[in-house]
């Protein structure tokens, strides 16, 4: 073999190589974008069934300044959704936990979505 034709060879090799990352890598872009997707589905999925009734759209029934909203949940120290989680499973004040009904890491994947609708200003869609 000449030195083109090697060159050639080579050329094509690398070629399939970076065709085969190329498709390996998009299976997992793909499977944590439908994870992703699930855990927000999820996340308002428990929200709805176990937050919605108290927290219409972020807002709260029982006590008008303990909201999801933003500025409230920075105001209570509640700036980031692990401090969510906590109070989800464990309750404060006059709200209870549920850390039962929302399962394991359940109040995790709550918090998350909350905090993805409080940056958003609890703007759906």
Not at 80 to 99: F, V
Request: proline content about 1%.
């Amino acid at each position: 073999m000449n030195f083109l034709s090697k060159f050639i060879f080579y050329l094509k090799k690398l070629f399939d190589l970076a065709i085969i990352i190329c498709f390996i890598s998009s299976t997992f872009l793909i499977q944590s974008n439908e994870s992703l997707a699930l855990s927000k589905s999820q996340g308002e999925n428990l929200f709805i069934q176990h937050c919605a009734g108290c927290h219409v759209n972020g807002g709260n029934i029982i006590r008008r300044k303990k909201t999801l909203k933003l500025a409230a949940l920075k105001r209570n120290g509640l700036d980031n959704p692990e401090s969510i989680a906590k109070i989800a499973r464990l309750g404060i004040g006059s709200m209870s936990g549920y850390e039962k009904v929302l399962g394991e890491e359940g109040d995790k994947i709550v918090a998350n979505w909350i905090w993805e609708q409080s940056q958003n200003a609890w703007v759906q869609g």
